[in-house]
Each structure stands twice: as structure tokens, then as C-alpha cells.
């Protein structure tokens, strides 16, 4: 089996994950990793655990600045993790990447106080990425076959800012993140 895809992840989470996770309290490694360690104590799949992990990996893959939102900046971030994972990881990974911004505008226009309760810099960029969803857009959402996965990466998103927090290291994830490629051979 070829873990170069595993390892690259690795290594960009290792490298690069120490930068400001756009003005939250964690750094991107932080935020990734609380975010995988959460969905494995919440009993998911490996390929959700994978997902939950490199969520926010399209962070990782440009070199805009940390607070690419405060100046008005959307950096698609969604799309371009799922188009890099794409090469490599299956659809069950991939997709909640892409959908993770999606479910957030799907929250705040479906649940009573969940746009109340974001982040500031969650806040700030919910603008630039389209607001909440309107009812046609709702309906589309729910009819997407990663609709429920989407929807459980968001709410680990939104839990996985805690400040200290200890965690595994990114190599620690390698079984999950091995589970979740699309050539097993
Ligand atoms: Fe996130």
C-alpha cells in the first residue's frame, strides 16, 4: 500500500499547523487534531475521523494570510482541501471537507441560536461564504447523500476550539487516514 497520501497529510498538519486558526483560541494542528480526537470518541468511522481531522486542511494549501477574512477575503478554503484530498481519499472523507462551510450557512438559517452562538472569526466569514442558506438551497443541502456526515463534521468544527487541550500527535491518526484512501493496494 503507497502511504504517501497519509504521510503528506501528516507532514502539512506537523509543518505548517502552527498558524493562528483564523483568530480562534487554537492553532490550525490544534483545531484539527481536537477535531479528530473528538469524532473518534464519538464512536465514527475511520473515514469520518479522517475527514473530521483534514477538514481545514485547504488552510494549509495556499499562502494567504491568517486573517484573510478581516480583509475581506474568502479563501474557498472548503474546495480546495476536497480537490486535494480528491486525489487520493475516498468520497466519505472528501465530501463533508467540501461540505463543512455548506453545513454551517444549513445551521444557522435550520437551528434557532446556532448562528447566535458562533465565533466571532466563524461569524465574520459566514458573510463572505454566502450567509445562511435560503429554503431552496436548504432542500438541495439535505438531499446531498454527505448531508449527515456534513452536518456531524460541523457541530466537531464548532467544538474543537478548546485552548490546551491535549491531544495525539497527527501520526497517530495514520490508521484512520490509511482507511480512508481510495487505493488500498
Ligand atoms: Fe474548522
New binding site residues.
Partial sequence: MTLKPVESVIELLSQHGNSQ?GGEAVTQAE?ALQ?GLIARKKGYPPTLIAACLV??IGHLLHHLPDDAPDQGIDDFHEELGAGWLGQNFLPETVEPVRL?VAAKRYLCSKEQGYLEGLSGPSLLSLELQGGPMSVSEMTDFENNPYFESAIALRRI?EE?KIPGLATPSPSDFKMELAASLKSKV
Fill in positions: 486558526y483545531h477535531s477538514h481545514d463543512h468544527d474543537a
